[in-house]
């Protein structure tokens, strides 16, 4: 399997496909006044220094996002996508890489809230210091669990407004993660059925990676899409991470179309080997 920790991965291929996606969605739920919340089942550290040695040990974002920061003519979800981490490192060059909650802090108006669950020790720590040091305003607008968010996300639906994104993001270095990931879906949608569910799974030589999303393709009168990049050939001993998946239930009408152009460009600009491709394929919308 692949080694974990958010850092070592930060800024990878899977992130710009997780990110960009998860960009779309935020801006999509922007568009109504309601309020709504977001509940990020795997938080990690929120932020991360791609100059740091966790980060550098590995340098997976120069496979991720280095190949297209200085790239002209993006598809328009990749355009914002690269232009929102941009602006956190002030225009300049690539040094901070933000993780799913700090994007979805930032997109998040003051009348949303945010609830994160974390358990590894380190991480929660330093997500807990990077919200307080946003000042007592955005403070209030998260909550943060020293709990597994699998069974934390049980208390957390249906939200008070009756909108929300769920994100269902765990490591997989367990194989009953599939299993995990599965139920919470399944019981998610018995709490909240109009709900926002997005689950990113790895594209990896396990079976239980794959019967993970057959079993959520079969879920009974459900809208979904199903957006997956692979960048190079699986590795022959059945090792490592070749590419990675978003599954999306209830997904905005506008992320298909999006996706018919951003996936194709990924792709190419993303692939390691001559193996490169993508899928997308949905549900219902």
Same mark, same amino acid.
């Given at each position: /399997?692949?080694? =974990? ?19 779309? %969605?935020?801006? =999509? ?7 709504? *919340? &977001? ?28 190949? &297209? ?15 929102? &981490?941009?602006?956190? +490192? ?5 040094? =901070?890489?933000?993780?799913?909650? *700090?994007?979805?802090?930032?997109? /998040? ?20 210091? +990077? ?19 699998? !069974? ?15 994100? %269902? ?6 194989? /009953? ?22 689950? *990113? $799974? ?21 809208? *979904?899409?199903?957006? !997956? ?14 590419? !990675?998946? /978003?599954?999306?239930? +209830?997904?905005? $009408? ?22 490169? !491709? ?8």
């Amino acid at each position: /399997m692949f080694s =974990y920790r958010h850092a070592f991965h930060a800024g990878n291929h899977a992130d710009v496909l997780k990110h960009s996606i998860l960009l779309h %969605i935020l801006q =999509y739920f922007n568009k109504k006044e309601t309020p709504y *919340w &977001i509940i990020d089942t795997h938080a990690g550290a929120g932020i991360y220094d791609l100059e740091d040695a966790w980060a550098e040990k590995t340098a997976e974002f120069r496979e991720g996002i280095t190949r &297209i920061w200085d790239n002209t003519n993006l598809p328009q979800d990749l355009q914002v996508y690269i232009d929102h &981490i941009r602006n956190l +490192n002030d225009g300049g060059d690539l040094s =901070y890489y933000p993780g799913s909650p *700090w994007i979805s802090l930032e997109l /998040m108006r003051p009348k949303d809230r945010l609830h994160l669950f974390e358990l590894h020790p380190t991480e929660i720590d330093v997500i807990r210091d +990077n919200i307080d040091q946003q000042g007592s305003e955005i403070s209030r607008q998260v909550s943060i669990f020293e709990k597994d968010g699998f !069974s934390g996300l049980k208390s957390q639906l249906p939200p008070v407004p009756r909108r929300g994104i769920v994100l %269902i993001d765990p490591s997989y270095e367990d194989k /009953m993660d599939y299993r995990h990931t599965l139920m919470a879906i399944k019981d998610g949608l018995k709490r909240f059925s109009t709900g926002c569910y997005a689950v *990113w $799974y790895p594209l990896i030589n396990r079976k239980e990676a794959h019967d993970m999303v057959r079993q959520l393709e079969k879920l009974p009168d459900t809208q *979904w899409l199903n957006a !997956s990049l692979a960048v190079r050939k699986p590795a022959a001993d059945g090792h490592g991470l070749h590419g !990675s998946g /978003m599954f999306i239930i +209830n997904p905005p $009408y506008t992320l298909h179309a999006a996706l018919e152009k951003s996936l194709p460009y990924l792709a190419k600009h993303l692939a390691q080997d001559s193996s490169a !491709s993508f899928s997308l394929t949905r549900q219902g919308n």
